[in-house]
């Protein structure tokens, strides 16, 4: 079975605290994603990356930045935690490129519960 | 810009009723639109998708929904509601002429309960 693969389901952390919240994926996918969900906000896209190395920003950026090292690993890193990235975390995966029957479908890990206090 | 909106943050229905949860899109080009479940605790999972095939789409559960151009709509149905279907869903759409980097737009989502 495919995954996607979240190393922390929740986390308590300090106003300040550096934050890593890891993703891994077994799919040899090259597009990954990192959302935040907030009640009625739905999911807003904060990064993606399609290739190693490669990023780009989405809808809501600001305070965090991300790292791909390695095609299956992709990090969403919080510099200094404030109580407002206080949300759940989804990341998720996809091919590049299309399939015979058009879009491309995501495929999510179960989510990182992140607690700033 | 694409956009989605959900009508209704909370829907209840009755085991064994009718499920219509409502999604209406917003594109300057014809999109591509996928409903998504997510049940306590776990990530989202897909439901359905449209990508300019058949305008009626089935997907798994028994759910199927409608693309509808002339009104912009893609509502998620279900003749028979089940315990089970008790989950948040979300209606996303994407640009298919993003080539090969499906960032999906995301709906806020419906919360549906269903009644014993």
Redesign the interface.
């Known amino acids: 079975d495919v995954k996607v693969t979240q190393s922390s389901r929740y986390l308590v952390k300090r106003t300040g605290e550096k934050v890593f919240l890891e993703c891994v994926q077994d799919m040899d996918h090259e597009n990954m994603f990192w959302y935040r969900q907030d009640p009625g906000l739905g999911l807003r896209l904060i990064y993606f990356s399609y290739d190693v190395k490669m990023k780009e920003k989405g809808d809501i950026p600001e305070g965090y930045s991300v790292s791909r090292e390695k095609k299956e690993r992709f990090s969403l890193i919080l510099e200094s935690a404030s109580t407002n990235q206080t949300s759940m975390y989804l990341c998720a995966s996809s091919l590049l490129g299309r399939t015979t029957s058009g879009a491309n479908v995501l495929t999510f890990g179960a989510g990182s519960r992140l607690t700033v206090l | 810009a694409q956009s989605v909106t959900?009508l209704g943050?909370h829907v209840s229905v009755s085991e064994g009723a009718l499920v219509l949860l409502r999604c209406n899109y917003s594109s300057s080009v014809p999109p591509?639109l996928?409903w998504?479940v997510q049940y306590p605790?776990?990530?989202?999972?897909?439901l359905l998708?449209y990508?300019?095939?058949a305008t009626l789409v089935k997907g798994i559960n028994g759910f199927e929904a409608e693309f509808k151009k002339s009104e912009t709509s893609f509502h998620l149905t279900k003749p028979s509601a089940h315990m089970s279907d008790a989950a948040e869903y979300?209606c996303?759409v994407?640009d298919?002429s993003n080539?090969?980097?499906?960032?999906?737009?995301?709906?806020?989502?419906t919360r549906l309960t269903i009644i014993p």
Do not use: R
């Not at chain 2, 605790?41 to 897909?46: D, R, S």
């Not at chain 2, 080539?99 to 989502?109: D, Q, V, Y």
């Open positions: 959900q943050s591509y996928f998504y605790n776990q990530g989202l999972q897909l998708k990508t300019s095939a979300f996303a994407s298919p080539f090969g980097n499906e960032k999906l737009t995301f709906g806020t989502g």
